[in-house]
């Protein structure tokens, strides 16, 4: 199998890159705060964890063999499943700072 090249490993580093930023607003944000959680809460911490589930298996999906060499069939689907990622991580940071 020939290493991936083009396409691939640009959407495996931008996945790790907006990993890291969810991460980090996570951090920020206070995940660890004692005290009850609210509704937004949840809802931040449902959201941002929904977007990283997506965007930890960008990698696991970009560079899963197909059966022709020459298709596109899993690119297209980890390119969607970054997407759905970034909106649910940007989401979650909008979330918390207007709540």
Known sequence: MPTPQGSVPALCTASATMFSIGIIFLGYWGLQEAGVWTLA????????????????LVPWVATSPVEPETSDAKVRIARMMFLLGVIAVWMAIVVSVIF
């Open 41 to 56: 809460d949840k809802f931040v911490a449902g959201l941002a964890i929904i977007g990283f589930a997506f965007l930890g």
